[in-house]
């Protein structure tokens, strides 16, 4: 296509679904999603991954993947270099407690995953009961104490677990061991991969059988000492309104939280924007918006008028 008006066009997502067996409903009951069953435990809401690769809801490009999107339209990501979309972004609901889990930076995965990205991610709790938790760290002091914490399962000593609540953000670089426990629901953004190597899985089963293990792949990757819990959780619940709050710029994206109420405008002036409604309802530039809708704002998509009653979770490549 190529003309200009093109990049007017919003990008809306159709979302694809993954079922866990730590998943539960609430993207049916609470996101008003047509899921595939309960265990559904992650929406991949804007995601060009060959594990799970979106199309186009309406439109010019409706019916094309996201991944057909980036290779025959690259006008639209303001011709961004890279062989893939960058960036991956998920709704997770964790029904029960996730396993525990690392990931790989990229030289790493790329020499040991054939060739694929390694992964950076960061989270907006989106909800999450009174009291809650997740594991955000460890407390080895050195790689020995590590390997034996790890070999020797001893777990309560090992993982660092932190309260959270909703609002909360968390930015998790590779090397991070982390999890989700039952009951938090978030919103993660997160580079395009799908490498996780499992630290522990509180010994559960899968059609009778443990699910695999990457003990020795864990212990590679694990950064010792862990990063500070200061470092790493980050509260955004004193937003301003009607602003873009920046919550993190790394070297692979930006994260921000939009909380309109009223009206608001601002210039698309990245590569391309994503957004993800995830409370309320409203509109952009006329057109009706609702929770649970994630669209693309292509290069020169110039102002972006938002009106009504809704938080946003808007993200970029850096
Ligand atoms: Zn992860």
Redesign the pocket.
Known sequence: MGNADANKEILFMTPVFKQMIWGGNKLGTKWGYEIPGDNTGECWAVSAHPNGDCTVKEGTFAGKTLSQLWREEPQIFGNVEGDRFPLLIKIIDANDDLSI???PDDVYANANEQGSLG?T?CWYILDAPEGATLVIGHNARDNAELEDMIQNGRWDEFLREVPVKKGDFIQ?DPGTV?AIKGGIEIL?T?QNSDI?YRVYDYGRLQDGKPRELHIDKSIEVITVPAKSVEESVINVSADRKNEMNLLISCSYYKVWKLDVDGSMETEQDYPFLILSVVEGDGTINGQALRKGDHFILPSGFGKAQFAGKMELIASTVC
Do not use: D, N, W
């Open positions: 889990q690392v990931h992964k991610e998790i982390h993660e997160q996780t």
